[in-house]
């Protein structure tokens, strides 16, 4: 008996709270951390599902990183091309919108708050349906049926099936549909500043809406802004498929859109090579990790 | 708060930040903002206009934006179509509609008992477990298909309907997003409904829950917006073609009409994503407010 009443204890005082805990934990784990782990642990093997895996150490990461020209030519530069315009360029965008949104009083504020968001509530593979028709490669595509109209090209272009379109059209259509939960809680935290904040500034002689912007607005709500950085990475990391859904095949033409998503799927799912489709998902994954430190360190309580 | 009285009393009312009413000093807003609207909105106002064109409008040359005569005949023809597989396109509505529903009340549940305890209960391993959580906000899904389905697999999950589910039911940013919003309730609310004797259970249901009314909304729309617009479980977990979505039936649409089919299926495909935007756009017009107010939480520290 005597053993037992330190978990009596236990389960008196923190029981309950682990028990409301326990649900989403055990699908978190399930969900989220054993692949994490499992990801990392076959990064060290050689597996093509047929055989069990084989320890081979660093050597796909080695290999991922001397002999891998594909990744090295065109899935790395492509990824940080697109990482950078569509991460920093959409967050600072939505930044921008949010801060213009939060001038205007309330009803033409929510209008158009609804419209800059609604294209993210759609599925990237609705959208396939009218960037299809939109960019369509004949004279029957509206975007060269329009320029035509205007004389401004002679010959209808194949917009998604040349290697120098390809990635302009992608980050396009990335950054419309980049104005999500981030950009509702950035334009939430401007309007959450005490106006006397800027009352006092302007007592203490600050002028401009420039500097209002960088030394009230901006600091006044580091914590959404971090929130929105780290949404924004994400989002940019998570919408890699967009070069596949657009060209309609994997690899995307000359591997112009070729970002590190489509990496993994082509040697996990089309070559069965999972060990090195898992290596590139732990670069991926430390990729996420690196940008979030950055803006850890702009935005974060520490900093 | 003074807030509004300092408003008036310094008549900035209409200037600055969330304004009144209108201000001559807004018009340059509306410039920037309403050519940005339109080509926000000109996707989406393709995808109504397609969904009521008549065939000759669609395979019109030169192809005209908006729609002249419109017709249901794309949507009737969506639904008395079988996809290869001999499986009416109902099913795979109903699939999603059904799937959705569940994911959402599950949703609900799941993380707001995790957040409540994260919130107000006392426990040893509380920081490490949000600290982890907030990691786990940048979990990118994508990055471990992989793994997922060696997990998926041997939990014998493969061709069920729970895979739809329990997946997406893991979900760092609700729970971080209602955990935000529990830390504003008060403990002296808990601790007086303690002192009556009330069980965790019963704090939990009768209290915490009426007042984070406007997180769970928040909370609904995303879960909302991962399970409707779920096309890849479909594709990566399940072989049994009576299990998978609409969304993934939108999916073999787009993937199939290539080259001469691409303006002939066009009208069904348009259909069909108006289908799929449509319920998203109500139901944040619906909850917008809420979603404001519980974004206002929100802040990363």
Redesign the interface.
């Known amino acids: 008996m005597q053993s037992k009443s330190p978990f009596r204890k236990w389960l008196q005082k923190e029981g309950s709270a682990y028990a409301f805990l326990s649900i989403y934990w055990l699908l978190f784990i399930i969900f989220i951390i054993v692949p994490v782990l499992a990801a990392l642990a076959l990064s060290f093997t050689f597996f093509d599902t047929i055989q069990p895996p084989e320890f081979i150490g660093l050597r796909n990461y080695i290999s991922l990183i001397t002999q891998d020209d594909t990744f090295m030519k065109y899935v790395l530069p492509n990824t940080i091309q697109f990482a950078v315009i569509v991460g920093p360029g959409g967050y600072a965008l939505a930044f921008m919108l949010a801060w213009v949104l939060a001038q205007l009083p309330k009803l033409p504020r929510t209008i158009f708050a609804l419209i800059l968001y609604s294209p993210s509530m759609t599925a990237g593979v609705a959208m396939a349906v009218v960037w299809k028709s939109l960019f369509s490669g004949d004279q029957t595509g509206y975007l060269n049926s329009f320029l035509m109209g205007l004389r401004l090209i002679q010959e209808p272009i194949q917009w998604l099936q040349s290697p120098q379109y390809l990635m302009p059209i992608m980050i396009v259509v990335t950054l419309w549909s980049s104005m999500g939960i981030g950009f509702l809680a950035m334009l939430a935290g401007i309007l959450e500043i005490n106006p006397e904040l800027y009352e006092a500034a302007a007592i203490d002689g600050l002028n401009s809406r420039w500097q209002e912007i960088f030394f009230i607005t901006i600091p006044s709500m580091k914590p959404q802004m971090l929130f929105g950085a780290v949404m924004s990475i994400v989002g940019t990391f998570q919408a890699g498929a967009i070069g596949v859904t657009l060209s309609g095949s994997n690899p995307t033409p000359r591997y112009a859109g070729q970002l590190i998503v489509n990496h993994i799927e082509d040697y996990g799912f089309l070559r069965y090579e999972m060990g090195y489709a898992a290596a590139v998902s732990v670069v991926l994954l430390l990729m996420v990790l690196f940008f979030t430190r950055i803006s850890n360190r702009l935005f974060g309580s520490e900093a | 708060m003074s ?1 509004n009285k ?2 008036r009393l ?1 008549g ?1 009312r ?1 200037r ?7 201000h001559v000093s ?1 018009i340059k ?2 410039v ?2 309403m050519p ?2 339109i ?3 000109l ?2 106002i ?2 109504i206009s ?1 969904a009521f064109k008549p065939p000759d409008e669609l395979f019109a ?3 005209r ?1 908006f729609v002249t005569s419109p017709t249901l005949k794309n949507f009737s023809d969506l639904f008395s179509k079988m996809s290869t597989s001999g499986i009416p396109v109902s099913r795979y509505l109903f699939n999603s509609i059904l799937i959705t529903l569940v994911t959402v009340a599950a949703s609900i549940i ?2 707001s ?2 957040a ?3 919130s107000k ?4 391993l ?1 920081k490490t ?1 949000f600290a982890v ?1 907030n990691v ?13 389905f ?2 998926i697999e041997r ?1 014998n999950l493969l061709d069920s309907f729970w895979v739809h589910i ?2 997406v ?2 979900m ?2 609700g ?1 971080f997003l209602l955990k935000q919003f529990i830390d504003g309730i008060p403990d002296e609310v808990i601790e007086a409904a303690q002192i009556d004797g009330a069980s ?1 259970w019963r704090i ?1 249901w009768r209290i915490i829950l009426p007042l984070i009314q406007p997180a769970l909304a928040t909370i609904a729309i ?1 879960t909302f ?1 991962a399970a ?2 779920n ?1 890849d479980t479909s594709s990566l977990y399940l072989n049994n073609e009576s299990l998978r979505t609409f ?2 039936y ?2 073999t ?3 199939t ?2 080259g001469a089919n ?2 002939a299926g ?1 009208g069904i ?2 259909a ?2 108006l289908i ?2 449509l319920p ?2 109500l139901i ?2 619906f909850l ?1 407010s809420q ?3 519980t ?2 939480h ?4």
């Open positions: 807030r300092f408003r310094s900035v209409n600055g930040i969330n304004p009144r009413g209108f807004q807003f509306y920037l903002l940005l609207a080509f926000m909105l996707p989406i393709f995808v397609n040359y030169p192809p934006f799941v993380s008992m995790a409540y305890a994260l209960k006392r426990f040893k509380k477990l959580n786990a906000l940048m979990f990118v899904p994508i990055a471990v298909t992989i793994p997922r060696l997990v939990l329990l997946p039911l893991a760092p940013v729970l965790d939990y995303l917006q409707w617009n096309a969304a993934f939108l999916s649409l787009t993937s009409t290539t691409a303006v066009q495909a348009a069909a994503a799929m935007f998203n756009l944040f017009i917008q979603v404001m107010s974004m206002s929100s802040g990363l520290k």
